[in-house]
């Protein structure tokens, strides 16, 4: 079984930055493309950005230029710096791995920008 489990959110002023790191826990697997969704309240779970094994990346036009996605294959862990941020980016985000063709997500951690 696996489990993601995110850290690093919290309250932010808009201009500030934060990042968000993810674990995958559980044994004896390999994770394809990892990634971070958001969903702010009263809207739908949108994509933040993604990252393959391989390095490749891909990015919301949202946040295109703000926010940069990594992982460390060893540890089976993603993370995501936003700079620049905004009132706007306020949601929760949740972590998201694709395990041998099974999605699996995490939690969520709640990022609020505000004053």
């Known amino acids: 079984q696996v489990q993601l489990v995110e850290s690093g959110g919290g309250l932010v002023q808009p201009g500030g930055s934060l990042t968000l790191n993810c674990a995958a826990s559980?044994?004896?697997?390999?994770?394809?493309?990892m990634g971070w969704y958001r969903q702010a309240p009263g809207k739908q779970r949108e994509l933040v950005a993604t990252?393959?094994?391989?390095?490749?990346?891909n990015y919301a036009d949202s946040v295109k230029g703000r926010a940069t996605i990594s992982r460390d294959n060893a540890k089976n862990t993603v993370y995501l710096q936003m700079n620049s941020l905004k009132p706007e980016d306020t949601a929760v985000y949740y972590c998201?791995?694709?395990?041998?063709?099974?999605?699996?997500w995490g939690k969520g951690t709640l990022v609020t920008v505000s004053l």
């Open positions: 990252i393959t094994r391989a390095g490749r990346t």
């Open positions: 998201n791995a694709d395990v041998y063709s099974v999605n699996y």
């Open positions: 559980g044994s004896g697997f390999s994770t394809n493309i």
